[in-house]
């Protein structure tokens, strides 16, 4: 079944600590993307990459870091540096085609102890 | 600047009503436009696309361009259509699928 996973469901973090946000893709898309979700903000972009080893900033990227060491994996860490952490994440992938619709993940939401 | 703007945070109707939700987007080059719908405790997906130009659940959205306009519209809700939607512009290059968010409207269909 075709599709973007994301783990965990639900994260606690606590002051000081850095959390690390998975999401993997198995529909062989190019481009994978973060999405912070606030309550009437929208989606804002946090990170996003094209290709495998290279990425680049959302509007949103203080605070946080992405990796591609895999086309399939993108995963997030909220460092503490992010001040404001508590929202709900969520992880996209698309292929590179610029009119293609972008697939989501269930999101994860994370809160602070 | 590339900016899409949804003007209402909530839009209450009741089953039967006419329904449009508004976006207004701001992009200097030919658009391609999104409406996103998010179903309580499901994922965000697609609902539909202005290049498609098809009708999906009973709604349609038309491209404006005179007035920089993608309303979603439904000409009777039902109480299934109550959910968040997001309107999106594809606002990158055309390697790749970036796209800009407006603040999103949650729609409420009462019975």
């Known amino acids: 079944d075709g599709g973007i996973t994301q783990s965990p469901k639900y994260l606690f973090r606590k002051e000081g600590q850095n959390v690390t946000l998975s999401c993997e893709q198995n529909l062989n898309h190019d481009a994978m993307y973060w999405y912070r979700q606030d309550p009437g903000q929208g989606l804002r972009l946090i990170y996003y990459?094209?290709?495998?080893?290279?990425?680049q900033k959302g509007d949103i990227a203080e605070g946080y870091s992405v990796s591609r060491e895999k086309k399939e994996s993108f995963p997030l860490t909220v460092t503490s540096a992010q001040k404001n952490p508590t929202a709900f994440y969520l992880c996209?992938?698309?292929?590179?085609?610029?009119?293609?619709?972008?697939?989501f993940g269930d999101g994860t939401r994370l809160s602070i102890l | 600047a590339q900016r899409v703007t949804q003007p209402e945070k909530l839009l209450s109707v009741f089953k039967g009503a006419p329904v449009e939700l508004k976006c207004n987007y701001s992009y200097s080059g030919s658009p391609e436009l999104f409406w996103y719908v998010q179903y309580s405790r499901q994922r965000l997906q697609l609902l539909l696309r202005h290049i498609s130009r098809e009708s999906i659940k009973g709604f349609t959205a038309d491209l404006n361009k005179g007035e920089t306009s993608f309303h979603l519209k439904k000409p009777f809700a039902q109480e299934e259509d109550s959910a968040m939607y997001y309107c999106a512009l594809f606002g990158g290059s055309s390697n790749t699928g970036k796209l800009i968010f407006g603040q999103g409207t949650t729609l409420q269909v009462k019975p």
């Open positions: 996209a992938s698309s292929t590179l085609q610029g009119n293609q619709p972008q697939h």
């Open positions: 990459s094209q290709i495998v080893n290279d990425f």
